[in-house]
C-alpha cells in the first residue's frame, strides 16, 4: 500500500508512538483517525496536524464504543486500509508484594485494557477492511499491533504486563492466517525502552542510565523510529503473520 492511500485508525493515537503514526501517515498524504481516552490531547493534535487527522474519545476496552468509531471513521474517511493498537498501559505490579498478593482485578484490567481492546479494535477495523476494493494484489489492509520486549523478557513485577503482550503475540500468527482470505495482513511489533510520555517524565539521568541497556544504538528509541517501521509494514507485502522486536538487541534483566 502506498502511504499516501492511507486511512488509518491509530489506538492511543493522541500521544506516545500512536501519535508518531499518525503524524507520519498524515505527513505522507495519508488519513488518520485517532482512538483514545485523552480528548485534550487528541484535539490538540487535529488542531496541529489538520484535516487529514481526526480524534474520538475511546475506552477500547468497550466494544460498543470501539464498534462505533471504526464505523465512523471509516465513514468519514471513505475507507480504512490500516489500523495500528498503541493503547495499554504499563502498571507493575508484583504477584506478592509488600502490601500482599497481587489482587486478581489489577491483573485483569491490565489484560482487559492490553490485549482484550486490541482484540475488539482488530475485529471491528477486519470487517470493516474486508468490505473494501482490494488493490492490484489482492490487498485491502493491514494490522498492526504493539506488543512488548516484555512478552519475551518480562521482569519482576511485570506478570500482568508481560502476560497481555504474551498475548498479543500469540494471537499474531492465527488472525494473519485467518484474514488471509480476505487481503489483510497482520504484524505485531515488540517494543524495547523508547521515549514516550511515561519514560519522558523520569529524571534525565534516568533516561540516560535505561538507555545505555540498549547495546546498539546505546539510547532510548524514538517514536519516529517506531513509526517508520509501521510505515514499513503498510508497504511491505511480505511482511505478515510476524512478531517483530525494535529493541536496539536489549535483553531485559530481571529488575
Not at 45 to 54: E, M, Y
Not at 194 to 220: C, D, H, I, N, W
Not at 232 to 250: H, K, W, Y
Request: with cysteine; charged share 20%; proline share 5%.
Amino acid at each position: 500500500m502506498l502511504m499516501q492511500d492511507i486511512r488509518a485508525i491509530v489506538t492511543g493515537g493522541a500521544s506516545g508512538l500512536g501519535l508518531a503514526v499518525v503524524e507520519d501517515v498524515v505527513a505522507a498524504g495519508g488519513f488518520a483517525t485517532m482512538l483514545d481516552v485523552n480528548d485534550a490531547a487528541g484535539l490538540e493534535a487535529v488542531k496541529r496536524l489538520g484535516q487529514r487527522s481526526a480524534f474520538q474519545k475511546v475506552d477500547v476496552t468497550s466494544e460498543s464504543a470501539v464498534d462505533a468509531a471504526v464505523q465512523l471513521a471509516v465513514t468519514s474517511m471513505r475507507g480504512l486500509n490500516l489500523a495500528v493498537n498503541c493503547a495499554g498501559v504499563g502498571w507493575p505490579k508484583r504477584l506478592v508484594g509488600k502490601d500482599g498478593p497481587m489482587p486478581g482485578e489489577f491483573f485483569r484490567k491490565v489484560v482487559e485494557i492490553n490485549l482484550i481492546g486490541t482484540l475488539l479494535v482488530c475485529k471491528a477495523a477486519a470487517a470493516a477492511m474486508q468490505k473494501g476494493n482490494p488493490n492490484a494484489e489482492g490487498e485491502r489492509g493491514a494490522i498492526v499491533m504493539t506488543a512488548s520486549v516484555a512478552a519475551f523478557d518480562g521482569q519482576i513485577g511485570q506478570v500482568a504486563y508481560a502476560a497481555s503482550k504474551g498475548g498479543i503475540v500469540g494471537m499474531t500468527l492465527p488472525m494473519a492466517r485467518e484474514l488471509a482470505s480476505f487481503g489483510i495482513r497482520v504484524v505485531t511489533i515488540a517494543p524495547g525502552l523508547f521515549l514516550t510520555p511515561m519514560m519522558a517524565s523520569l529524571p534525565k539521568e534516568a533516561q540516560e542510565s535505561l538507555g545505555k541497556q540498549v547495546p546498539f544504538p546505546p539510547r532510548l528509541g524514538h517514536p519516529s523510529e517506531f513509526a517508520s517501521l509501521v510505515r514499513q509494514v503498510a508497504e511491505n507485502p511480505m511482511l505478515n503473520g510476524e512478531t517483530i522486536r525494535l529493541d536496539g538487541s536489549i535483553r531485559m534483566a530481571p529488575r
